[in-house]
């Protein structure tokens, strides 16, 4: 997984609530066993109305999306956070989230970041007029062109597995000499022997 510091670039508002994951990538994409190209399945019945707001030309190539609240609702499919991160978002900042969505989007690489409303409301005048936006995870600001700053809060251990692009694989090989130790000390149960019935 790649590290998350810092992401400067476009943000894109999508000021809708409960939008569920079968929004953010229909059934009908889930057919791939790998985690790329669900990209450009993203919203996919949104993105046929011209006057979608991913569509419009402020919101290309963003890698910040606005949202609003209880963004991810709905089925745990991990192919929701592969298809934003897909697409080029690596930061979502909502007033909440399906529980599931954002563990899924930490896992994927993405910072999913709580504000409350009134600070997303700061924000969403801010790049009403300049979409250009920065998220700094190391000091936990984000900061407009115009001069508008938002601190948030971010869970320590979520963080840190984003700064240093830690996935599970990772976080456990990074143990790697506690499981060694443990296991020299601990033999295994299995003898070897296959058993069969009789």
Same mark, same amino acid.
């Given at each position: @997984?790649?590290?998350?510091? #810092? ?5 894109? &508002?999508?000021?809708r ?6 929004q953010?990538?229909?059934? #009908? ?12 399945f993203?919203?996919?019945d949104? @993105?046929?109305?011209p006057?979608?707001?991913?569509? #419009?030309?402020?919101? #290309?190539g ?20 592969w ?7 690596? /930061? ?17 690489? @993405? !910072? ?10 700061i924000?969403?005048?801010a &790049? ?6 920065? /998220?700094?995870?190391?000091?936990q ?8 700053? &938002? ?18 694989? !990772?976080?456990?090989?990074?143990? !790697? ?13 299995y003898?070897?022997? /296959? &058993?069969?019935?009789?």
């Amino acid at each position: @997984m790649r590290p998350l510091t #810092q992401v400067s670039g476009t943000a894109a &508002v999508l000021d809708r609530e409960n939008v569920d994951t079968d929004q953010i990538i229909p059934k #009908q994409f889930l057919k791939r066993i790998e985690r790329s190209g669900f990209g450009e399945f993203l919203f996919f019945d949104w @993105m046929r109305d011209p006057a979608f707001e991913l569509n #419009q030309p402020q919101a #290309q190539g963003a890698s910040i999306l606005i949202a609003g609240a209880n963004f991810g609702c709905g089925s745990s499919r991990e192919h929701a956070p592969w298809a934003l991160e897909d697409y080029g978002f690596r /930061v979502i900042l909502a007033p909440s989230y399906g529980d599931i969505f954002r563990r899924n989007s930490i896992k994927t690489g @993405m !910072a999913p970041i709580v504000l409350g409303d009134a600070d997303l409301a700061i924000l969403k005048e801010a &790049v009403a007029a300049d979409s250009r936006l920065a /998220v700094d995870l190391e000091s936990q600001r984000i900061t407009h062109p115009g001069g508008v700053e &938002v601190a948030f809060d971010f869970d320590a251990f979520d963080r840190n597995l984003l700064l240093n692009g830690l996935d599970d694989v !990772a976080l456990t090989l990074a143990r !790697a000499d506690l499981i060694d130790d443990f296991e020299a000390t601990h033999p295994g149960r299995y003898d070897g022997r /296959v &058993v069969t019935a009789a």
